[in-house]
């Protein structure tokens, strides 16, 4: 069965151009592409929480995310 990892970017959307971090790969690995996205969004509240209401509202920040699949083991 495949596995997979999550990597997440946090954008700013508040100039003409949006820019992100660089992603950040969460140390946890996933079962299935459904677990992994919706890890995405628990991770991504979590992180949103961490920068604060204020922040994020200032920079227009959101997350993106990716589920990227491991090659097998043997």
Not at 8 to 14: K, Y
Not at 20 to 35: H, N, R, T
Not at 41 to 65: D, F, P, R
Request: with cysteine.
């Amino acid at each position: 069965m495949a596995k997979f990892i999550l990597i997440i970017w946090v954008c700013s959307f508040s100039g003409p151009e949006f820019s992100c971090l660089p992603p950040v790969k969460i140390d946890k690995k996933y079962s299935s592409w459904y677990e992994c996205s919706r890890g995405a969004h628990k991770e991504s509240a979590l992180i949103l929480s961490k920068l604060g209401y204020k922040y994020v509202n200032k920079h227009h920040i959101a997350t993106k995310y990716g589920c990227q699949e491991l090659p097998p083991t043997i």
